[in-house]
């Protein structure tokens, strides 16, 4: 066993963003100014946007999208009750109605018959979440839209880096929103992106800073003038300078971050291949991940525990591990607001009852993941049915 704790998701942070960001800090101008404008260009550049827009996370970046169609109160919004919380309370700040539908079996994506069966006349949009970085399949969803009217917001935050059907996942038409929370998979420490087409992004960008006409940038720069005008109540949801220091280093260093993930992934499929005890996480042949998540399903009757004890048991032996998620409508705060049971989403429900999330990230190294995987096969021995 080892002897030191495993940590499940320390950001992979290196000499170079800290350079950076003492630069920005040094340089006179740590908010909203250059490097930001430099971070929005290369990150749409990267996945294939026609524009950016960089944030204060990614859950102003989904408020913003859906603010921005607008949705609002009066208006449905369907998302999937595999998410994390702040998709619907992204719905919910607009004052539209969020409407859960449940999941596939394979990639635990919302499923698109139930979004189908899900649409009515009040439904203004669809916020598909490309879990644990397997695309959403989104075809489905782009015919479901086109023949409804509806849009599309894509919840992007474990995606960057995703492809479905040969394109990167933010190449498209619709808006799509980004997380750079501290354990997704490059980092501002807290950050988030809008992309989308260059019309929708401008107007997110006044939304994004009061509703004022020109930034600070524009104002207080050579050449700029003071005077603005606020042209809607906007949100205070800007990113500065001294975090997109960090994002410009992260994402020269994504594509190396993403070919470790890959091979740790490789490395656990092979060693858990075969094991009666999981069922292990699937890549369909149209997609390529972003293997922001390895989620490994536990088949409960080989077992004499449950998942919880699971978990208990890898933490016992220094591996760190978490679960994504407790769904959102066992959240208090929703099935008390819409009366939701848990077996309302069975398939989210159930799946959620034995999944667990095992460390991935650049950082480990092959004796760290050697003792993962250790770890989890010796409590399987020690636990088989
Ligand atoms: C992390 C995450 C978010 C929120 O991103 P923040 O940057 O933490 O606000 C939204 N949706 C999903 C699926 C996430 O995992």
Known sequence: ??????????????????????????SGWITTGPRTQQFETDFKDYVGAPAALAVSSGTAALHLALATLPVGPGDEVITTA????????????????????????????????????????????????HYAGHPVDMDPLYALAQHHGLSIVEDAAHAVSATYRDRRIGDCDNPVAWSFYATKNMTTAEGGMVTGPLEFIERARIASLHGMSKDAWKRFGKGGSWY?????????????????????????????????????????????????????????????????????????????????????????????????WPPVHIQPYY??????????????????????????????TDQDVADVIDAVRDVINKFRR
């Open 1 to 26: 066993m080892r002897n030191t704790f495993l940590p499940f998701c320390p950001p992979q942070i290196g000499e170079e963003e800290i350079a950076e960001v003492v630069d920005a800090l040094r």
């Open 82 to 129: 595999h998410t994390f919380v702040a998709t619907v309370n992204a719905i919910e700040h607009t004052g539209a109605t969020p409407v859960l539908v449940d999941v596939e079996p394979d990639t635990l994506n919302m499923d698109p018959d139930l979004v189908a069966a899900a649409v009515t006349p009040r439904t203004r949009a669809i916020v598909p979440v």
């Open 228 to 324: 603005w005008e606020v042209v809607t109540a906007g949100f205070k949801y800007n990113m500065p300078d001294v975090l997109a220091a960090i994002g410009l280093c992260q994402l020269r260093k994504l594509q190396g971050f993403q070919q470790r993930r890959a091979a740790i992934v490789a490395a656990y499929n092979s060693a858990f291949a075969g094991q009666e005890a999981l069922e292990l996480p699937v890549t369909r042949p149209d997609v390529g991940s972003a293997w922001h998540l390895y989620v490994l399903r536990l088949n409960l009757e080989c077992l004499t525990i449950g998942r919880d004890q699971f978990v208990q048991e890898l933490i016992a032996r220094n591996i760190g591990v978490s679960v994504h």
């Open 335 to 364: 099935a008390a607001k819409y009366g939701y049971q848990p077996l309302d989403f069975p398939v989210c429900y159930r799946n959620y009852e034995r999944m667990l999330s095992l460390p991935l990230h650049a950082g480990l």
